[in-house]
Structures are given as C-alpha cells and as structure tokens.
C-alpha cells in the first residue's frame, strides 16, 4: 500500500517550453502533497506544500509563477514548470500525506528534467 | 527552526559488518524523527519513525535506530550490512511550524563493500 507515482519518469525539453510533470497517490487519497527539489548529491529542497482544492504554499525562494501547482482531486497533484531554462534541470520528487497516517509521507520515484 | 545534522557524507562499511549512520536534531518540543532511503535516479523510500514510546525503533529491512534525548540523536543501526544495502540514507525531523512539513539532513551516503 502507500504508493506514489509519478509521471514521466525522465522528460527533456527545450528552453522556453512548459512541462507539466504528474503526482499521483494510486493506493489512497492524499489531503496534501509535497513537491521536492534535489541537486545532484544534494538533500531534498521543499518547493511547496498542495493542499486538495486549494492554492499551494510555496517555500521562501519559490517563484509560483514559474511552479505551477494543481492538486485538483486527492489522488492527483500536477507541477508545471513555465518557461523553463537550463538552469531548471534537476530531479522533481513528489510526496503525499495519507489522510489516516498524520505524519508519514510517501515518495515518488521522481522526475528527471533536463532542459537543453 | 528544526534541523537535523547529519554528520558524515559518506559511510564505508564492509559486508557482514554492523552499520551505524548518524543523525543529531535540534527541536523545539517532541521531535518526531524518521529515516528514509533513497537508490539512485529514485525517490525517498521510507524506513523508520520515532514519534515516542520505546527509544529503540525498529524498520524495514532489517535497520533500527535508537533515539537518545540527552545526545539529542537518532542514529540508524543495522547488526549486520549488505552489499544492497548502499544507497543515500537521509534523516528529517518533523517541522513544529508546520506539523505537515519534514526538514531533512544532507544525507549520508552509504557504501557496503563485499
């Protein structure tokens, strides 16, 4: 039980392009869901906090222009990178909070994006 | 602000061998700790929490860590390491800003030769 998914799993796009990257919890709803930002061999960095049918909270530093959150059900939560540059490349990880379990999060795999 | 401190970037340890990963916090109130592992080009899987109860807590794949309130630390243990055993271990603490947020450490990276 507990599981997260995420979709695409590598993406690769150009300078100026949007991509959207999918979180979904397949197993159980999740009131909230966390999206994550890691550098290479870096900790995970917080972008912000989705709560279901609400605007997400973003973390100091975080453009929200830029990080487009939907969490539009409680199964599935969406990060849209805008206009995206070089320097956005990096491993997106989402995770979800079950509703029952107060404080374990639940990963997913991860997203590989990589902006030429 | 909580934090969690994980000293050492890397642990080298051989196959067979117990291994001990650390982690220090720094909280206000009742910490509620975790461990998670994470293998290359994925994300966190989770291995342990200590929210209160009994100082020695036990996990998945066979690993356990002990919090220490005095030492303010909640190292990860496991009697006997495997070579699968290598991968990046992170510990985080619960934010008491924000029940729902976790703050981690920089992650420990821990190798487990053969």
């Known amino acids: 039980g507990a599981v997260v998914s995420q979709h695409p799993s590598r993406v690769i796009c150009k300078s100026g392009t949007s991509v959207k990257i999918e979180c979904r919890s397949l197993?159980?709803?999740?009131?909230?869901m966390f999206w994550y930002r890691q550098f290479p061999k870096q900790s995970l960095m917080l972008m912000a906090t989705s709560n279901e049918g609400s605007k997400a909270t973003y973390e100091q530093g975080v453009e929200k222009d830029k990080f487009l959150i939907n969490h539009a059900s409680l199964t599935l939560s969406t990060l849209t990178v805008t206009s995206a540059h070089p320097e956005d490349s990096s491993f997106y990880i989402c995770s979800a909070r079950e509703v029952q379990a107060s404080y374990e999060q639940y990963f997913g795999p991860g997203t590989r994006l990589t902006v030429t | 602000a909580q934090s969690v401190a994980q000293p050492e970037d890397q642990v080298n340890v051989a196959e067979g061998n117990p291994l001990t990963v650390k982690c220090t916090y720094s909280v206000s109130g009742n910490p509620y700790l975790f461990w998670y592992v994470q293998y290359p080009n994925r994300g966190l899987q989770f291995l342990l929490k200590y929210i209160t109860g009994d100082n020695l807590v036990k996990g998945s794949y066979g690993f356990e860590a002990e919090f220490n309130k005095s030492q303010t630390s909640f190292h990860l243990k496991k009697p006997s390491a495997l070579v699968s055993d290598s991968a990046l271990y992170f510990c985080?603490?619960?934010?008491?800003?924000?029940?729902?947020?976790?703050?981690f450490g920089t992650g420990t990276r821990l190798l487990v030769s053969p």
């Open positions: 197993d159980f709803q999740a009131t909230t």
């Open positions: 985080a603490v619960r934010d008491s800003r924000s029940f729902q947020k976790l703050v």
